[in-house]
């Protein structure tokens, strides 16, 4: 019996340890043995589910922005496309809250030895970007945002919230300007550098919040089991 019929999450299992692993302590902690002995399965099940370790570790890109997107499609379109934005963003960093070990991997801010991303990885994880552009095309359509290049919007969203985010995981943001101070006010001036009144992107953004805990609860949960369901 293969390993993974006999345990159906050895695979997201092995993500997650061999992400930990590599964030905490470095590429070099990270083999088949120690993974086996984190996961209590054998070393042949990184082989098994990964055929190696450089197969383990493309696999925790993509499985970064496979939770990346379960966060996002839990995000609704509603009357208030700006404020559904702005729940795009906190969905954005929630999931990087989620899986910070990962977050660092998926972006190649941490690699393996004998692996490095290649250009198509480093693409991979671009459909993500989808909903960003889908929801800035409907800011624009009504008249929120004047820019006329959602594609543009949505680059501008995630290279300033992803700069935000990865400085807060580092723990450079300290009081007065701690992460939700500057994230709330990052929000806020991301929609008015769009085209949007401030008064009603504070409305928005001051929005978002309220809707944040029912449209992003447990999906972490569902991103792991989707992560177990893949081949």
Same mark, same amino acid.
């Given at each position: 019996?293969?390993?993974?019929?006999?345990?159906?999450?050895? +695979?997201?299992?092995?993500?997650?340890?061999? *992400?930990?692993?590599?964030?905490?302590?470095?590429?070099? /902690?990270?083999?088949?043995?120690?993974? *086996?002995?984190?996961?209590?399965? #054998?070393?042949? &099940?990184?082989?098994?589910?990964?055929?190696?370790?450089?197969?383990?570790?493309?696999?925790?890109?993509?499985?970064?922005? &496979? +939770?990346?997107?379960?966060?996002?499609?839990?995000?609704?379109?509603?009357?208030?496309?700006?404020?559904?934005? /702005?729940?795009?963003? +906190?969905?954005?960093?929630?999931?990087?809250? +989620?899986?910070?070990?990962?977050?660092?991997?998926?972006?190649?801010?941490?690699?393996? /030895?004998?692996?490095?991303?290649?250009?198509?990885?480093?693409?991979?994880?671009?459909?993500?970007?989808?909903?960003?552009?889908?929801?800035?095309?409907?800011?624009?359509?009504?008249?929120?945002?004047?820019?006329?290049?959602?594609?543009?919007?949505?680059?501008?969203?995630?290279? &300033?919230?992803?700069?935000?985010?990865?400085?807060?995981?580092?723990?450079?943001?300290?009081?007065?300007?701690?992460?939700?101070?500057?994230?709330?006010?990052?929000?806020?001036?991301?929609?008015?550098?769009?085209?949007? #009144?401030?008064? &009603? *992107?504070?409305?928005?953004?001051?929005?978002?919040?309220?809707?944040? @805990?029912?449209? @992003?609860?447990?999906?972490?949960?569902? *991103?792991?089991?989707?992560?177990?369901?893949?081949?």
């Amino acid at each position: 019996m293969s390993p993974r019929r006999s345990d159906p999450l050895i +695979r997201p299992t092995l993500i997650d340890i061999g *992400a930990r692993l590599m964030s905490e302590e470095g590429p070099r /902690a990270l083999s088949t043995r120690r993974l *086996a002995a984190e996961a209590g399965c #054998s070393t042949m &099940a990184v082989y098994t589910h990964f055929g190696g370790m450089s197969g383990l570790v493309r696999e925790m890109v993509h499985e970064g922005f &496979a +939770r990346l997107q379960v966060h996002f499609s839990h995000v609704l379109d509603t009357s208030d496309p700006v404020a559904d934005m /702005a729940l795009l963003g +906190r969905a954005y960093r929630y999931n990087a809250h +989620r899986n910070p070990h990962l977050y660092s991997i998926m972006f190649g801010t941490s690699t393996h /030895a004998g692996f490095s991303l290649t250009e198509e990885d480093r693409q991979y994880g671009r459909y993500t970007l989808a909903k960003v552009v889908h929801t800035a095309h409907r800011c624009i359509t009504d008249g929120r945002f004047s820019t006329d290049d959602p594609e543009l919007v949505a680059h501008h969203m995630w290279t &300033a919230l992803h700069g935000l985010v990865t400085l807060e995981l580092g723990h450079y943001l300290i009081p007065p300007y701690d992460p939700d101070t500057c994230f709330e006010s990052q929000l806020v001036n991301l929609m008015t550098s769009a085209g949007d #009144s401030r008064a &009603a *992107a504070s409305g928005s953004v001051a929005a978002s919040l309220l809707r944040l @805990v029912g449209e @992003v609860e447990d999906v972490n949960g569902d *991103a792991r089991a989707e992560g177990a369901a893949r081949p």
